[in-house]
Structure formats: C-alpha cells, structure tokens
C-alpha cells in the first residue's frame, strides 16, 4: 500500500524575465518543501524552490531550470495527475525509468546527464 502523497498548495515567484523587474507569480502544489507543480499554458512543469522567509506558502524559485512533465493537461484535475504521477514513478526504479520513460520521449532530443558522477 502506497502511503498519501502530501502536497501543499503554494504560490511561487519565478524570474527576472526579459527586464530585471519583471516577475511571474503562479499556484501550485508543492512536493516535500522543495518542488513545485505548475499549470503554465496548458503544460504541467516540476521545478526546485525555496521557501520565503516569513511567508507561509509562499516559494521562491531555485537554483534549477524547470522541466515540463506533462503536455496539453488544461482541464484535467491538477492535483489527481500529479498525485498519479508521483505515484507510478515511486513504483519504478532509475533504471526502469531511464528505459521506459526517457528514452521513449517523443521530441525528445539528446539529453546528458553526466551520470559519471554516480562513481
């Protein structure tokens, strides 16, 4: 049995953009206190944040650029996917992931992950 998945229902600042003051501000839902789940036209993104000082449910963004996940979801029940979404890759391991997942990705284009690391 799967225990629930625990996701909080945020807000994030994600920029400077084109100027140094322009800011995006988007709802989510936020994984363990360091992801974030986004809507943006239409397609889900995962990125890493960091929790605002003295706000609750507030995130800045992180260190990271975002990945998007999911394509053309608009109208689908955000949360019940990424809850299905967690759920299936927690039941994977890397390997079963790197072969069923990103390999068959389609328009996908050549990625390294510098898995040399992992010595």
């Known amino acids: 049995m799967n225990a629930k998945v ?9 920029g400077p953009f084109d100027e140094d003051f322009e800011y995006a501000l988007y709802t989510g839902y936020v994984l363990n206190e360091r992801h974030i789940f986004i809507m943006d ?7 890493q944040v960091h929790k605002a000082p003295h706000k609750d449910h507030l995130y800045i963004d992180g260190d990271s ?5 999911a394509n ?12 299905t979404i ?15 997942i990103m390999l068959w990705t389609k328009d ?6 510098k898995l040399e690391i992992l010595r």
Not at 41 to 47: E, K
Not at 86 to 100: A, H
């Open 6 to 14: 625990e996701l909080e229902l945020a807000s994030v600042i994600l």
């Open 65 to 69: 650029g975002g990945l998007i996940i």
């Open 108 to 113: 996908r284009g050549d990625i390294n992950m």
């Open 41 to 47: 036209a239409g397609d889900l993104w995962l990125r």
């Open 72 to 83: 053309e979801v608009e109208g689908m029940d955000t949360r019940v996917l990424i809850e």
């Open 86 to 100: 967690i759920t299936e890759l927690t039941r994977m391991n890397g390997l079963q992931f790197l072969l069923d």
